[in-house]
């Protein structure tokens, strides 16, 4: 499986965007990359995933370098409630992956 | 509403005692999953069923075993209890093992093992 790099934690501003990198820089052609975020206690959520192309939704952004060695999520305003741990998971798409935790950014959005 | 029933959320016991942590979806899921998360650690995974009728270990299965009951419940067994198994254990759904960004997490049952 391809490793993921991420910052243990970082800070951002309330109203503000949240860019939360992650290096992949052993990624192969077949995997996506795919964002977790966990608030304190709770059960993972899912946020959003991609193979090459950028992403959007309702809830972030994400966007994969063209060589797809690293990624960025990118919450366009950030909230309170958007405090959490936040997982980039590389995995192949096909039948029979798990999804693999490592250690995510701690995300603490200030008011 | 619907998603992943896990009971209970909160448990204690005694170091070589046993018991069952039970989980439940009604999202009509072929995959269910079970994960433990140690203090400030991330998500390792203990077992996982694929579909019903099949289970397969996970990253750290020693000293669990488990159980597909029916296509709904998925449940986890400690058979003798040790504090190396205090933790977070969350149960998670899917529609496939493929599909990871489908992935529907219950709430968590906490374990402490004195």
């Known amino acids: 499986d391809a490793k993921t790099t991420q910052p243990t934690s970082m800070d951002c501003a309330e109203g503000r965007a949240a860019n939360l990198p992650c290096n992949h820089s052993?990624?192969?052609?077949?995997?996506?990359v795919y964002w977790y975020r966990q608030i304190h206690s709770q059960g993972p959520q899912y946020i959003i995933h991609?193979?090459?192309n950028n992403e959007t939704n309702e809830m972030a952004s994400l966007i994969i370098t063209e060589d797809r060695k690293s990624s960025t999520l990118i919450l366009p305003h950030a909230t309170l409630r958007d405090t959490a741990v936040y997982y980039c998971?590389?995995?192949?798409?096909?039948?029979?992956?798990?999804?693999?935790f490592g250690g995510g950014t701690r995300v603490l959005v200030k008011p | 509403n619907a998603g992943v029933t896990q009971t209970p959320k909160f448990q204690v016991l005694k170091t070589g005692q046993s018991m069952t942590l039970q989980c439940a979806q009604d999202?009509?899921?072929?995959?269910m999953y079970w994960y433990r998360q140690d203090p400030g650690m991330g998500l390792r995974l203990i077992y996982y069923?694929?579909?019903?009728?099949?289970?397969d270990k996970g990253e750290v299965p020693n000293g669990y075993n488990v159980s597909r009951l029916n296509k709904r419940e998925f449940s986890l067994r400690l058979e003798s209890a040790a504090p190396s198994q205090t933790s977070v254990y969350f149960c998670?759904?899917?529609?496939?093992?493929?599909?990871?960004?489908?992935?529907?997490f219950g709430s968590g049952t906490r374990l402490t093992v004195v």
């Open positions: 991609g193979l090459k």
């Open positions: 069923s694929a579909s019903e009728g099949t289970t």
């Open positions: 998971i590389v995995r192949p798409g096909a039948a029979g992956n798990k999804l693999t």
């Open positions: 999202m009509n899921h072929n995959s």
């Open positions: 998670a759904s899917s529609e496939a093992t493929g599909w990871s960004h489908g992935y529907t």
């Open positions: 052993t990624i192969s052609g077949n995997e996506y």
